[in-house]
């Protein structure tokens, strides 16, 4: 395959060359790193807690406060769609 058979934006590199760290691929990293790490973890394990303790005497108030967590979390992710 020659060059003119690639799409237009590919990028001929030699293979030792130093990879190309796109935006997205910085994003990506950013995201993993707050969501993996002791502190996050712990934090979503005082919620979790929480929601074990208060649950089983106060289950609507539960509910209603996970139910607005999924919510929240849904639009997160449609806005990168959508802006």
Not at 15 to 33: C, D, G, H, Q, Y
Request: include cysteine; charge should be positive; proline fraction near 7%.
């Amino acid at each position: 395959m020659t060059r003119k058979h690639l799409p237009s934006d590919t990028t001929c590199r030699p293979l030792n060359a130093t990879p190309v760290i796109t935006r997205a691929a910085e994003i990506a990293k950013e995201w993993i790193t707050l969501h993996d790490n002791p502190n996050f973890r712990g934090f979503v394990d005082f919620l979790r807690a929480e929601l074990d303790r208060v649950g089983p005497t106060q289950p609507d108030l539960c509910r209603d406060f996970f139910s607005r967590a999924v919510a929240l979390k849904l639009s997160f992710f449609e806005a990168a769609y959508t802006t």
